[in-house]
């Protein structure tokens, strides 16, 4: 087998410092240049391959129908509205690792780190706003009911078990 029989198809994803296999990066590259976020050129360089990578990669038949079915929606059954939202949570994803990295770095304010980490955790599902209070914070319900007719009011407190409130 000849050097150039032998071309490497793995790649390091520029910083992680992660070695992926190109069929790994087929479909994330096909949507990428569907919806036109960034040229040929500046994909191969961005997810740091070579032009013979490059090359061997847009040859391939799977990658070049993913390229085209991926065309197809994003020119065709994607409305205007549906098409932003897409090319936002492509550009969201892209950055993820500059924003892991403001949060590791020393040089950046605490503030931000913590404004960065929460921005995590809203992006995971994870934020304080999405979890059920819990504690004290369990008031309880008050129901008032009011007949017509005889004029009485009822009211029903409910109050959490265990609780003297």
Do not use: C
Request: no cysteine.
């Amino acid at each position: 087998m000849s050097e150039a029989d032998s071309v490497n198809t793995s790649v390091t994803v520029p910083g992680t410092g992660t070695a992926i296999e190109l069929g790994d990066l087929k479909a994330s590259m096909a949507a990428e240049l569907a919806a036109e976020l960034a040229g040929p050129e500046d994909v191969r360089k961005r997810y740091g391959l070579s032009k013979e990578q490059w090359d061997t990669l847009r040859k391939n038949p799977t990658f070049r129908a993913m390229v085209k079915d991926a065309l197809v929606t994003w020119r065709g059954s994607l409305a205007a509205g549906a098409r932003i939202t897409k090319k936002a949570e492509i550009m969201l994803e892209d950055l993820l690792p500059d924003l892991y990295g403001l949060i590791h770095n020393d040089s950046t304010p605490s503030s931000e780190r913590i404004k960065g980490i929460q921005t995590l955790a809203d992006l995971a599902g994870r934020s304080a706003k999405s979890v059920a209070p819990t504690g004290p914070q369990q008031q309880g319900f008050t129901l008032n009911m009011q007949f017509s007719g005889d004029g009485k009011n009822i009211t029903i407190d409910g109050k959490p078990n265990g609780t003297d409130q």
